[in-house]
């Protein structure tokens, strides 16, 4: 059943609004201003445009954050760091396996004696490359298990 109140076309609460192409039919007098709601409206019913609006379910989004989308887009990309171990004449060669296999994550048996075997005999090898923050650690952990160790930026193409 529609009704009319000042002019304006009402509808009923079983009425399916249905606007046809081109139609201008404003939702509110004045422009949205709460755009941090998201409302989700289900119709049920059976058969052909009959059917009832169900209670809307609100999605609050998190105040100050606009999606997902816009945080991976606008999140920097931290510079690779390299993590390089050096040759030194204290260590022994199974230990320094041993340290590189316990310190970074990981780390295969195979990969550890290739490290070790590169930085004994060039002097230094590259052990691991990621984030600025986590390459400090690996070399902390290095330098606290004996080991000579740096970082440098691995700006060149890695």
């Known amino acids: 059943m529609e009704t009319t109140i000042r002019g304006r076309l009402t509808l009923s609460p079983n009425t399916v609004f249905n606007p046809k192409p081109g139609e201008k039919q404003p939702c509110c007098r004045r422009p949205c201003t709460n755009r941090g709601i998201l409302m989700a409206i289900s119709i049920t019913g059976s058969g052909k445009g009959a059917g009832t609006l169900e209670k809307p ?9 606009e999606s997902e989308f ?5 999140r920097k990309v931290a510079p690779p760091y390299r993590v390089i171990l050096h040759n030194d004449n204290f260590n022994k060669r199974e230990y320094v396996v041993q340290v590189l296999m316990k310190v970074i994550p ?4 195979d990969n550890a004696v290739n490290i070790m075997q590169e930085a004994h ?7 691991i490359i ?8 690996h070399c902390m952990q290095l330098r606290g298990n004996g080991l000579l160790s740096s970082i440098e930026p691995a700006s060149d193409g890695c």
């Open 57 to 65: 379910v609100i999605e609050q989004t998190t105040p100050g954050r």
């Open 106 to 109: 990981g780390m295969t048996v």
């Open 70 to 74: 816009d945080l991976k887009k606008s």
């Open 121 to 127: 005999y060039n002097g230094l090898a590259v052990v």
């Open 130 to 137: 990621c984030a600025q923050a986590d390459a400090e650690e």
